[in-house]
């Protein structure tokens, strides 16, 4: 048989419970919260697709002038242009434009 100070618990150990309460059962099974991957938002994902297209329209750019085709290189440079400034000023976000624009 054990003694007093056997059996007495240290302090904030827990106690194995045979008989569980709704209180406790709910504690066990509500599922655990993870905090939910973040995911780019709506702007970075629209500056990204921005940024592809300026490296298809450089491509393509790069291949007109080997077509010795000088029109529509340059609208395709201009449209890669355009696009990186487009990403430039989604990335940059409401109160970073003014200085973009002042570059």
């Known amino acids: ?7 007495k618990r240290p ?14 059962t709910r ?3 509500s599922p655990v919260h993870r905090p939910r991957a973040s995911r780019a938002g709506r702007n970075l994902r629209m500056a990204e697709r921005l940024d ?4 298809d329209a450089q491509r393509e750019a790069a291949e007109a002038v ?3 085709d000088d029109v529509s290189a340059r609208e395709l440079l201009d449209r890669a ?3 990186r400034r487009a ?3 989604l990335r ?6 003014r200085d973009l624009l002042a570059s």
């Open 92 to 97: 940059a976000g409401p109160s970073g434009v």
């Open 66 to 68: 080997m077509a010795h």
């Open 27 to 29: 504690e066990v099974i």
């Open 52 to 55: 592809q297209i300026a490296i």
């Open 87 to 89: 990403a430039a000023l």
């Open 81 to 83: 242009s355009a696009a």
């Open 11 to 24: 302090a904030g150990a827990a106690q194995l419970r045979l008989i569980t309460t709704p209180d406790d």
């Open 1 to 7: 048989m054990r003694s007093h100070h056997q059996s």
